[in-house]
């Protein structure tokens, strides 16, 4: 009896992985932050163009509703200067990234296309920053980040297993990059971070 349960979670299993469709996303990023302190003496410092890399997976919920998630590896830029341009200062961040996310998509608009909207969270795992110096106006970062990913784009099937894709979104992070400032200066510094990314790639 045992041995027919196990072998039916294993059928089961494999039923279901049956289902999610495997990819992979290449997406260059423009990657800039929002910044505050208590006096309010700081201000953003411009943004940079970088690139992110990864595997997503999107699993149907029903003929229009995917879950999608992955691993996604997504450098940051963190960068302020105060008003009286004494301090200046930027940082990079790299992150692995789990999206979990849902996807809407439309009829085909035209034959093997479709558009999706897409609206979720993430959850980012900090695995680098810049080795930080007593110089630094920031002694330690915030290890983990979870924004908020608004998307849309199109999909276009090119083969019975194969699909391209194509499509834009927004992350805007709602943790305070900041866990603690050396520099008196920006008391109370906040940076959150902020990515348009290109997203593109192909799924199998």
Request: no cysteine; charged share 20%.
């Amino acid at each position: 009896m045992k041995k027919l349960l196990f072998s039916l979670l294993i059928l089961a299993s494999l039923g279901s992985m049956a289902q999610v469709k495997l990819g992979l996303k290449l997406a260059p990023v423009v990657t800039a932050n929002r910044a505050k302190n208590d006096a309010k003496t700081v201000e953003n410092d411009g943004s940079k163009m970088k690139f992110s890399i990864g595997l997503i997976a999107d699993k149907p919920l029903s003929e229009t509703y995917f879950l999608s998630s992955g691993l996604i590896y997504l450098p940051k830029r963190m960068a302020f200067q105060n008003a009286d341009g004494t301090i200046e200062d930027e940082y990079k961040l790299q992150y692995l990234q789990i999206p979990v996310t849902l996807k809407l998509f439309t009829n085909e608009i035209a034959p093997d296309l479709k558009g999706y909207l897409q609206v979720g969270s993430a959850l980012e795992i900090m695995v680098f920053n810049e080795d930080l110096d007593t110089n630094s106006t920031i002694e330690k970062f915030t290890p983990i980040d979870i924004p908020v990913i608004l998307g849309a784009g199109i999909e276009f099937r090119a083969g019975i297993n194969t699909t391209l894709f194509g499509g834009f979104s927004y992350q805007r992070g709602l943790v305070n990059a900041v866990n603690e400032a050396a520099v008196a200066e920006v008391e109370g510094l906040q940076l959150r971070s902020t990515v348009f990314s290109i997203d593109l790639g192909v799924k199998f």
